[in-house]
């Protein structure tokens, strides 16, 4: 009798070694292996994770590269609506979760899988993107989270592992890091309560960039097309540039307090050079092109974006129809920004853009205009301010 295909979302840690292992030996799976790079792996990294699948006894294994889909279809839209949860988080893993469930999805419609599986934990918000996703796109897959169900420890993992002859690096280390293309997480114990700062030591990206330096970032209808003046095919590889310049003066470090999906609020590190100082410097350029009607839209739709992709609703319509929004307020979002960096922070130095609004000829703030009189402005402060001004005269006479 054919063993059921199942198809695992694997990184090769301990959870998924786990699964792959439980659910071909002790379940009887066909497993079938899928790692979805979205940034965070290395040539290197991905061939090994390939050769320890194998290892492990799994019928094939399959690496999607899915750095220019991650952005072409969530970053592109946390640019256009520079999302920051709650005013901090560029939402680095959860949207990179999105992504790779996708992915997995795909490949199991593809393969004509009866069971997905995934290593989450039921402590945080993964198990529900991941569950969600599959439940919308292929409905009547089963989903099977052995870690979850089983309520395993990590000890458990390690003592079942052994047992089996497996040779991993049992050892945990004393960060936890997530690496992706829009930025990197990093938990440790002082994450795990409401105080504390990481040390210097637990940074990925150490500080190696001393000397002030200015940053070129060209933009076309709001998608970077230049880094200091030079084209890059795809926005994925500006950000990749964008990081590497910017990440070396320790920049885009921070600590995220927010709620989680099922209720509890959780506390975690990161660090996103390339995305928090894109984020400000396409923020600064709509400051200049675009309306005041505009921009105050664009931020209220992008905050409830940003929370319902933080959510797991990527696949809700309304989520396409804020993204049309986002991606046609981007037509004029065209110019250069230029940026100062310095160690651990930056700042906007200014924009040039032939669709500037600050334009000269029609007057200087707080200096000159050319486009009104004087009494022009008195005749139009009174009627603006005529219905304010019946009601207080009415409210006055009626007492």
């Keep these: 009798m054919q063993a059921k295909k199942l198809v695992l979302g694997f990184s090769g840690g301990l959870d998924t070694t786990y699964c792959a292992l439980y659910l071909s030996q002790e379940k009887g799976y066909e497993v079938h292996s899928v790692i979805v790079n979205t940034g965070g792996f290395t040539k290197e990294e991905l061939d090994q994770v390939e050769r320890h699948a194998y290892a492990l006894g799994v019928k094939t294994h399959t690496t999607v590269d899915a750095v220019k889909s991650y952005y072409d279809r969530i970053i592109k839209y946390l640019i256009f609506g520079n999302v920051l949860k709650n005013n901090t988080y560029p939402l680095s893993v959860s949207a990179e979760r999105l992504s790779q469930a996708v992915h997995i999805a795909e490949h199991a419609q593809k393969l004509g899988a009866v069971a997905v599986a995934h290593g989450s ?53 004393a960060y936890s890091i997530n690496k992706g293309l829009w930025g990197t997480s990093v938990g440790g114990k002082e994450t795990l309560h409401s105080k504390g700062l990481l040390p210097e030591s637990a940074w990925p990206t150490q500080v190696s960039k001393t000397e002030e330096e200015t940053l070129t970032i060209g933009f076309e209808n709001g998608e970077i097309k230049t880094v200091n003046s030079t084209p890059y095919n795809h926005p994925s590889e500006a950000i990749l540039a964008i990081q590497a310049i910017a990440g070396a003066y320790g920049i885009g470090r921070d600590i995220h307090v927010g709620d989680t999906i099922i209720g509890i609020k959780g506390r975690v590190g990161f660090e996103a050079a390339a995305p928090m100082v894109i984020i400000k410097a396409h923020h600064a350029l709509e400051k200049h092109v675009l309306t005041k009607w505009q921009l105050s839209w664009k931020d209220q739709l992008a905050q409830f974006y940003g929370n319902w992709l933080h959510e ?54 707080g200096e000159m205009n050319t486009g009104w009189s004087g009494e022009d402005v008195r005749g139009f402060s009174k009627i603006f301010g005529n219905q304010t001004a019946i009601y207080h005269n009415i409210k006055s006479t009626a007492q």
């Design 121 to 173: 934990t039921g402590a945080g918000n993964d198990q529900v993107r991941f569950d969600m996703i599959f439940n919308i796109m292929i409905p009547g897959v089963e989903i099977i989270t052995p870690i979850r169900d089983l309520k395993l420890s990590r000890e458990e993992e390690i003592t079942y592992l052994k047992a089996k002859g497996v040779q991993l690096n049992f050892e945990k280390a």
């Design 312 to 365: 797991g609703q990527i696949m809700d319509p309304v989520m396409r129809d804020i993204e049309a929004y986002l991606q046609n307020s981007q037509a004029h979002v065209t110019g250069e920004v230029s940026i100062q960096l310095l160690p651990y922070r930056f700042q906007i130095i200014g924009i040039e853009s032939k669709f500037d609004l600050m334009s000269s000829k029609f007057g200087k703030y």
